[in-house]
């Protein structure tokens, strides 16, 4: 070891300065771009069982591992997880669960998973959702592995996941299920997938009950100015010394991933969930996200002239003006319901139907979707505590 000198400093940080530079340069990389977004290759939890749910804690025949098929011949894994009252409506555990697929899909709303990037459907924090989403909210689950994730075949892409996400609805009607009955619930970079596929059905006239967006990001471009490596190492923040590089970075995204433009398409009830003490994805994301979808009812907002300096001070009111006109419009169109110790529930009537901003205090970035909170605020958006 040697004695720790300005010298030894130099050296030390213009090594970290060139691995930075370095990551920085092999992202713009497709094959480690693709591998870093993703992250398909990290198989937790390792060597799984998907034969086996029961072994990551989902009662005994309760989940069907099965495969879905896309159009692009990729062989998806998939778990599909009885509703708990369906479940322990049968008088004993059944011998062959398969079989009743079609049963419950008629008795029973079902939620259409999508998980976020890395590891598999097996993943402890997934296990946990479906077990509250069977058990709490008296759903189905149907959870896929996207496209190279787990034990499917081929290598995500953006049209590819979105494929696979239409393969999963096309399962389910094929196998009985009404479109109003089935819940797109996304988590992360399953937001994305989610929206895509929400998009694409909207196009179609076809009505899902709705969609959930947990713990969402408005694009990939924007996931890159506000990611923050453990919460406290901003990856982007030092390339703003070098202008070029944020330039370089940004034009080689590939799978961009751009919610925010989706939003217009988007046709049918929404609820977008986030917490506060998210490191991973500001919920600064959800705002926008909200702000997009309440934008068509809103006054244009009102542009700052490049030369604001110069602006003079009839100009300068009547742009405070505009703003304050689309404030307070908002301000009507939204109601604002605090829960006490629990989070604030934004909610707008826009275009006939609801679109609800729940921002909590807990849950962070991977456990949002295991506050019995957020469950409930799902039931009620999404009726499925009709009695
Ligand atoms: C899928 O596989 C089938 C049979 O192997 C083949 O006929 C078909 O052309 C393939 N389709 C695509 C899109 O690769
Ligand atoms: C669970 O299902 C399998 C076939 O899918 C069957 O062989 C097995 O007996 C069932 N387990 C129980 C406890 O009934």
């Known amino acids: 070891m040697g004695v720790f000198t300005l010298s030894n400093a130099r050296k030390f940080f213009a090594i970290l300065g060139g691995l930075y ?28 069982d998907f034969d086996m749910p029961e072994k990551y804690g989902l009662a005994p ?11 692009d011949n990729e062989t998806l894994g998939a778990w599909f997880v009885l509703s708990d009252p369906f ?11 398969s079989e009743l697929i079609p049963t419950t899909l008629k008795k029973n709303p079902t939620i259409l ?19 509250a989403l069977s058990s709490r909210l008296s759903a189905n689950v149907l959870a896929i592995d996207y496209r190279g994730y787990g034990d499917s075949t081929g290598t995500p892409t953006q049209p590819g996941v979105a494929r696979d996400a239409r393969a999963a609805w096309n399962w389910l009607i ?40 947990m713990s969402p990001f408005s694009s990939i471009a924007k996931v890159l100015e506000t990611y923050s490596i453990f919460g406290f190492l901003p990856l982007i923040k030092p390339l703003a010394m070098l202008p070029w590089a944020v330039k370089l970075l940004m034009s080689t995204v590939i799978h961009k991933f751009e919610t925010d433009t989706l939003i217009p398409r988007i046709k049918g009830p929404v609820l977008i969930a986030h917490a506060e003490n998210d490191w991973e994805i500001p919920y600064s994301h959800s705002q926008a996200l909200f702000d997009a979808f309440l934008d068509p009812i809103l006054p244009p907002s009102p542009e700052l002239p490049t030369n604001a300096a110069s602006l003079s001070q009839e100009q300068w009111s009547q742009y405070m003006e505009q703003l304050n006109i689309r404030k307070e419009k908002r301000e009507q169109a939204v ?8 989070g604030t529930i934004h909610e707008a009537t826009l275009s006939g139907r609801k679109v609800v901003f729940l921002h909590t205090l807990a849950g962070g ?14 039931g009620r958006t999404f009726g499925f505590f009709r009695h």
């Open 21 to 48: 530079v370095g990551a920085i340069v092999l992202l713009t990389i497709p094959y480690f771009q693709t591998h870093t977004l993703f992250l398909h290759a990290v198989k937790f939890p390792l060597f799984a």
């Open 61 to 71: 025949n309760k989940t069907i591992n099965l495969k879905i098929n896309t159009p």
């Open 87 to 97: 479940y322990h409506s049968l008088p004993a555990i059944p011998t062959q669960p």
């Open 113 to 131: 998973f999508f998980h976020g990037n890395a590891a598999t459907r097996a993943f402890n924090a997934r296990i946990q959702i479906y077990t």
């Open 174 to 213: 094929q196998n009985g299920a009404t479109p109003d009955q089935i819940l797109i619930v996304g988590h992360s970079l399953g937001t994305a997938v989610s929206s895509l596929l929400a998009a694409e059905l909207s196009d179609e006239s076809i009505s899902p009950r709705g969609l959930v967006l």
């Open 335 to 342: 109601t604002s319901v605090e829960l006490y110790n629990f």
């Open 365 to 378: 970035h991977d456990y949002l979707g295991v506050q019995e909170g957020v469950h409930d605020v799902i």
